[in-house]
């Protein structure tokens, strides 16, 4: 007997039959003897239909409004999922963020826990009950405003209330038999991975694997906490997300130099042409970015495409902040001297991670003869200690995810099963 946590993702609650289905689940983990908190996410695809709504009464909706817009999303599933529930002769009860103790810094859309405390939760595991939390949603300890914690961000509250209740495992539950080495939606030879060290994980989630919300990686590590992801679609065991240390040197010795291959179509690139090349350029094009909260991810100069003496500067950042980010630098165009500016949105970004690569010379050819091979353009890279990433063009994404799986052994025998969700 312990306590588990399990979060249900959107797909696994799409519509009623799917919502009575995972009640049976929970029930069952219960009668198994065990202590269940509940973590649910919005119906199907509902957070995109309410950001659609929104955008439609308003081209740039109040984040505080939208946010909570946004929490009423989880807060449906979370009432029908106890109402299931309950018809299964178990007593549930729903509680939205605020009410289960998620406390949390007050930048909307991406707020971050800097508190929990869970007293009606475990309140309601002493009666007996199974409590019902809705996923990615919080309240501001300041303001007192509702708040969201960024896309995704229903993982980060199950691991952050397990944390919290000090449970035994926290069970992410999704449309996918657990973590992959690639999004199996692209790469179908994607190959299950049995187990995946936060570090690894942290370095996919980071660079676009959705299977995972980043923050949730880097909770549970902080607090050595065990994810297991797994599908609720079917009963086998998935993935677990261990310590790096909790792969003992025996296990080291078989583990696969690449852990996976992600892409992110979230990007843009934007190119400032024709920067004087002095110092103190780029510390200006770069200071303009950050006071406009402009999050950068790679950089790049080059001698420049316009004239001599002059270099472009070129850069990626969230394809949502790529308005900001060309609006910002506009505003400083006289001062720094630049020709001009591009804004792209038509890139993908392809990442290979392993902590293997530390140790394996040859693994940045065996990366760009593969993507040579595939006719693949690279127009950006960028490396950390255990990730080569390029830049290429969007409509290359599934070409060169699959090159590089390929090329690193990694295909596995069978197609991948996904079994539900619209990848959105
Ligand atoms: P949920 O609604 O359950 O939170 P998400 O859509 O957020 O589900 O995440 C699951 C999806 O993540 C999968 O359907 C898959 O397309 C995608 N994905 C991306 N990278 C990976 C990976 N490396 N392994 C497994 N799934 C991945
Ligand atoms: N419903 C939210 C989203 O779609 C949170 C989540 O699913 O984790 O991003
Ligand atoms: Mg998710």
């Known amino acids: 007997m312990g306590l588990i946590v399990q979060k249900y993702g959107g797909s ?11 009640a049976r689940r929970i029930v069952d983990t219960k009668n198994e003897g065990h202590d269940v908190v509940v973590i649910v996410s919005a119906m199907g695809d509902t957070t995109d239909e309410l950001i659609n709504l929104a955008e439609q009464v308003s081209p740039s909706p109040a984040a505080r409004e939208l946010d909570m817009l946004l929490t009423a999303g989880e807060r449906i599933s979370m009432a029908v999922l106890a109402m299931a529930i309950h018809d299964l002769g178990v ?64 993982d980060t509250t199950a691991v952050a209330l397990a944390a919290a209740l000090g449970a035994d495992v926290c069970e992410i539950y999704t449309d996918v038999d657990g973590v992959f080495s690639a999004d199996p939606r692209i ?21 676009g694997a959705k299977i995972l919300h980043l923050r949730c990686v880097e909770y549970a590590r902080r607090f050595d906490l065990p994810i297991h992801v797994r599908s609720s679609f079917s009963a086998k065991n998935g993935t677990f997300v261990v310590s790096d240390s909790s792969v003992s040197e025996g296990e080291a010795m078989e583990q696969p130099i690449i852990a996976g291959v992600a892409h992110d179509l979230g990007d843009a690139k934007v190119t400032v042409i024709g920067v004087p090349d002095k110092p103190g350029e780029a510390a200006a094009i770069f200071r303009a970015l950050a006071d406009a909260e402009v999050n950068i991810d790679m950089i790049v100069q080059n001698i ?50 392993g902590a293997g690569m530390r140790s394996n010379p040859g693994v940045s050819a065996t990366f760009f003869e593969a993507l040579a091979q595939a006719g693949v353009n690279v127009e950006m890279i960028s490396t950390s200690e255990i990730r080569i990433s390029v830049v290429t063009r ?18 596995a025998d069978g197609e991948a099963v996904v079994y539900g969700g619209t990848g959105r």
Do not use: W
């Open 91 to 154: 007593e549930a009860r729903s509680y939205t963020g605020s009410q289960a103790g998620l406390i949390t810094d007050s930048a909307h859309g991406r707020a971050r826990i800097i508190d929990v405390t869970p007293g009606r939760i475990q309140s309601a595991l002493a009666d007996g009950a199974i409590p019902i939390v809705a996923g990615f949603q919080g309240v501001a300890q300041d303001t007192k405003d509702i708040t969201t914690l960024g896309r995704g961000g229903s």
């Open 12 to 22: 696994s609650v799409a519509d009623a039959a799917s919502v009575k289905r995972v």
């Open 394 to 411: 969007a409509e290359s994404v599934a070409t060169a995810v699959q090159a590089v799986h390929t090329a690193f052994g990694l295909d």
């Open 187 to 207: 790469a179908p030879k994607a190959r299950q991975v049995p187990r995946i060290t936060y570090q690894e994980m942290m370095e996919l989630a980071a660079n």
């Open 304 to 353: 420049s495409t316009a004239a001599t003496g002059r270099t472009d500067v070129t850069f990626t950042c969230p394809m949502s902040d790529g308005q900001k980010a060309t609006a910002a630098l506009e505003a400083v165009r006289q001062q720094i001297g630049f020709e001009s500016l591009t804004n792209d949105d038509g890139i993908a970004k392809i990442s290979l991670v």
